[in-house]
């Protein structure tokens, strides 16, 4: 198993652009969501996905954009980057058990720099 | 919602014992988990407690007090590689999405 793959690593991005952050598991998962940590910040919850079909905002979702067609794959879409979207985005997916918590798999992280 | 708290910063020396503290507000909630992160990398499981009291996993323990809204990560017999930040994260039983305290820095001392 790969577990939860993201791609690119790194992205330098013009104020403006927009681009795609892909974000994959193989482990049949059914909860996925997507993280931005800046200093000091923590981990902020952008936006996440209960199954494919299925998606809900988190604590910090504006700018981005998310869709779910399948149980695999959750890209996270930026709209039009700003130098505030600058940080290190993290995908996590889950086993999703009614009621209690499951361990989280994250990925290796993207790094996005909007100049 | 919900909201964690944690001290930003800890540092103790090798071979101590260590207590990193979670306090948190949450409307509902189904446990406190805690994960590791080391400077540049992937956060990863440590623990998780759904019931009050202690859990032992080696040398890393944890602690919920539902009452008191407070948890604790115990790392006993600290090691250079234990250098890290810890996070505290709670999954509410409003849609089921999970949130992170803001992170504590352990530094780990010869």
């Known amino acids: 198993n790969a577990g939860v793959t993201q791609t690119p690593k790194f992205q330098v991005l013009k104020t403006g652009q927009s681009m795609t952050l892909q974000c994959a598991q193989d482990?049949?998962?059914?909860?996925m969501s997507w993280y931005r940590q800046d200093p000091g910040m923590g981990l902020r919850l952008i936006h996440y996905s209960v199954g494919a079909g299925i998606t809900d905002q988190g604590e910090v979702p504006n700018g981005y954009n998310v869709s779910r067609s399948t149980t695999e794959d959750f890209p996270l879409r930026l709209l039009s980057a700003a130098p505030s979207q600058t940080s290190v985005y993290f995908c996590?997916?889950?086993?999703?058990?009614?009621?209690?918590?499951?361990?989280?798999?994250f990925g290796p992280g993207t790094r996005l720099l909007v100049l | 919602g919900q909201s964690l708290e944690q001290p930003s910063e800890v540092t103790a020396v090798e071979g101590a014992i260590v207590q990193i503290n979670c306090t948190y507000q949450?409307?509902?909630?189904?446990?406190l988990s805690w994960y590791q992160q080391h400077d540049g990398g992937a956060p990863t499981f440590l623990s998780y407690?759904?019931?009050?009291g202690l859990e032992e996993t080696g040398r890393f323990s944890s602690f919920l007090s539902r009452s008191d809204s407070y948890g604790y990560l115990l790392l006993q017999e600290l090691q250079m590689k234990d250098s890290a930040s810890y996070f505290c994260?709670?999954?509410?039983?409003?849609?089921?999405?999970?949130?992170f305290g803001q992170g504590t820095e352990l530094s780990v001392k010869p």
């Open positions: 949450t409307s509902g909630f189904y446990g």
């Open positions: 996590a997916s889950s086993r999703r058990t009614s009621g209690y918590q499951e361990t989280q798999y």
């Open positions: 482990m049949n998962h059914e909860y």
């Open positions: 407690n759904a019931l009050d």
């Open positions: 994260a709670v999954k509410d039983n409003q849609g089921g999405k999970l949130i």
